[in-house]
């Protein structure tokens, strides 16, 4: 079983569509957990922490769920520019500064 | 806009070629990071830095070198790499175990 495993994806959705991803990890004593989205040709940018309470972020909400090993992302309204890979990031190290374990990455382009 | 920042943003080098990577942040981070990614896929873990020493290796082959010159500095010193060397990649910084990774721009390489 991989470490960290995502939706295999791609996603096409219609602008203004709802959409959700799914994340799931192995170690249960992971510490952290967190959302990137990658452009073609560019690095990882943070999209948001996912805390244990849940947040969100304007249209962007994610949600842990510690006892499934499993994390999510929703996007609501989806804009052409939301067409991206999100890479699912789990920090599975206990100590400073190390381990953090991406997915594979799931797909998304949102089609006008 | 990044807070890391990686030079040169593309490098094309020959097999018998020796060439540097470089990477600088100047967020007070304590921990460091190379990456290397393909297309299509996952940034893949090469080295971390924590507090200036190499705290992980990830069995990457010699012809890769890092260095730590300062808190701030990282470099990738690079000799007698293959075609299949070619990749993006990415320097990242951290500053806790619960805090995300901060990726600069990446350079991308082609070995020829």
């Known amino acids: 079983r991989k470490e960290v495993e995502q939706d295999p994806g791609p996603f096409n959705v219609p602008e203004g569509a709802t959409v959700a991803f799914n994340c799931t990890y192995s170690n249960s004593a992971s510490q952290s957990f967190f959302w990137y989205r990658q452009d073609c040709r560019k690095e990882p940018k943070l999209l948001m922490s996912?805390?244990?309470s849940g947040n969100e972020d304007g249209r962007f909400t994610a949600q842990l769920n510690r006892a499934s090993q499993y994390i999510s992302l929703l996007i609501r309204d989806s804009k052409l520019s939301d067409s991206a890979t999100y890479l699912c990031v789990v920090n599975m190290g206990n100590y400073y500064g190390q381990n953090f374990v991406f997915g594979p990455g799931t797909r998304l382009s949102v089609l006008p | 806009d990044t807070e890391v920042t990686q030079t040169p943003k593309h490098l094309v080098m020959g097999m018998t070629n020796k060439k540097s990577l470089k990477c600088e942040q100047h967020m007070g981070h304590r921990a460091m990071y190379w990456y290397k990614q393909k297309a299509k896929k996952p940034p893949e873990l090469m080295f971390v830095?924590?507090?200036?020493?190499?705290?992980i290796n990830e069995s990457v082959p010699s012809r890769f070198s890092p260095e730590c010159p300062n808190s701030s500095l990282l470099n990738l010193h690079l000799h007698a790499l293959q075609p299949e060397d070619s990749a993006l990649y990415l320097c990242?910084?951290?500053?806790?175990?619960?805090?995300?990774?901060?990726f600069g721009n990446g350079t991308r390489l082609t070995v020829t």
């Open positions: 996912v805390y244990s």
């Open positions: 830095y924590s507090y200036e020493k190499l705290s």
């Open positions: 990242a910084s951290s500053q806790e175990s619960n805090s995300p990774l901060h």
